[in-house]
């Protein structure tokens, strides 16, 4: 089998097939959604995701993925997923999909030598997205983590001071810049 000539030939089909995978993950109405709305404007989920899985799926095929174009079309995808609904393995485990889907493609001949290698190849490519998604997904819920945290802090802040139980005292440094204009 010439698997290069097959993967050119079928590249936009098998990534096709992810992205429905994808897709799949999300509540029925937004699934509609996502497949029958092509404005990116109006559906920029399902643009995103779409042109993610795309630059992913690319990646994902090579002899040596390139960490740099790979953080480029995860980082969109995880934080989307690291704000919605998902648990933390939910949200990656959308990755683990091309496995399976490249697998099934290329049952028919998995005893060539040259399929196998790259079955093998495209394992551990997965496995290398699992745990950069997994980098990525902590940073994002670490960032939304403190957002939260400050916010409430700067609520407190308001309703203390509201309350007369707390008091800006004014920075004496802003005081001394005022004089000198």
Not at 6 to 35: H, Q
Not at 49 to 68: C, G, H, T
Not at 115 to 131: G, M, P, Q, R
């Amino acid at each position: 089998m010439e698997l290069q000539k097959y993967l050119t030939e079928n590249r936009r089909k098998l990534a096709d097939k992810w992205v429905a995978a994808v897709i799949e993950t999300y509540p029925k109405d937004s699934v509609k959604f996502f497949l029958n709305t092509k404005d990116p404007f109006a559906n920029p989920v399902g643009n995103t995701i779409k042109r993610s899985i795309d630059l992913l799926f690319a990646e994902v095929i090579k002899q040596k993925m390139d960490p740099a174009a790979v953080n480029e079309a995860m980082d969109p995808i995880i934080r989307l997923r690291a704000v919605q609904e998902f648990t933390p393995s939910r949200a990656i485990a959308f990755i683990l999909t091309v496995k399976h889907l490249l697998s099934d493609a290329l049952k028919k001949h998995r005893t060539d030598k040259e399929v196998a290698l790259f079955l093998e190849n495209v394992a551990a490519n997965t496995d290398e997205l699992i745990l950069i998604a997994f980098d990525i997904y902590g940073k994002c819920r670490e960032k939304i983590y403190l957002l939260r945290i400050n916010q409430s802090k700067e609520s407190l802040k308001k309703l203390l001071i509201k309350k007369d139980l707390l008091c800006e005292i004014p920075d004496p440094n802003s005081q001394i810049s005022e004089l000198k204009e």
